[in-house]
């Protein structure tokens, strides 16, 4: 199973992207993106469960990023909106055949699958 991830980009603070995430024609039960920024540890930023639409946000995305499915087209994407400097990173797809817990979401150990990443820029 191969996660597709595209959508990053440079943009100057302030500007938004959209990252989009999809498996070849098949769903999970929990999809997730994750960040790593140059020397940190792969953070979680949001999820959602495909089933219930249940999302979970970071602290520090919440009000600025959105999770969200497309049942046509196997995708989830994250919108993301009011981005600063300290958004630069390799964002991650994730997913899980298993619907999760809410609480259980920022576990990076919670998802079998991942794509390749996607490098967002945010220039100041």
């Known amino acids: 199973v191969q996660l597709q991830a595209s959508g990053g980009g440079l943009v100057q603070a302030g500007g938004s992207l959209r990252l989009s995430c999809a498996a070849s024609?098949?769903?999970?039960?929990?999809y997730a993106w994750f960040r790593q920024a140059p020397g940190k540890e792969r953070d979680f930023v949001a999820a959602?469960?495909?089933?219930?639409?249940?999302?979970n946000y970071a602290e520090s995305v919440k009000g600025r990023f959105t999770i969200s499915r497309d049942k046509a087209n196997y995708a989830v994407y994250l919108q993301m909106n009011s981005l600063s400097p300290e958004d630069t990173a390799v964002y991650y797809c994730a997913a899980d055949s298993r619907t999760w817990i809410i609480s259980n979401m920022p576990n990076k150990s919670a998802y079998e699958y991942w794509g390749q990443g996607t490098l967002v820029t945010v220039s100041s």
């Open positions: 959602i469960r495909w089933s219930d639409n249940n999302k």
């Open positions: 024609g098949r769903t999970f039960g929990t």
